[in-house]
């Protein structure tokens, strides 16, 4: 493969990545908070409707995860393509 086309895969797959965390990003907070709160709010969470556990406190919990998970797989990628500071 050549160093061209090995940087184009790398940042194909840097940007797919990209693209899953911000769309899990805005279903959480824009979603779950606004969008989707009427109908989550006829579920409860210990005595809070999750809709509006989502937008206090739950999306924050999903961002902190993301960061994580965003952290892993994006050592996976530079990894495969040799990207990697180790």
């Not at 805005?26 to 409707?49: C, D, H, Q, R």
């Amino acid at each position: 493969m050549s160093q061209d086309s090995n940087a184009r895969a790398y940042w194909s797959a840097t940007l797919g990545l990209l693209a899953k965390v911000l769309v899990i990003w805005f279903l959480v907070s824009y979603g779950a908070g606004i969008l989707f709160v009427e109908a989550l709010n006829s579920i409860k969470l210990g005595s809070y409707p999750l809709g509006f556990w989502f937008a206090q406190q739950g999306s924050i919990y999903v961002f902190i995860a993301l960061i994580f998970w965003y952290a892993k797989k994006m050592g996976e990628i530079d990894r495969k393509f040799g990207m990697a500071e180790d």
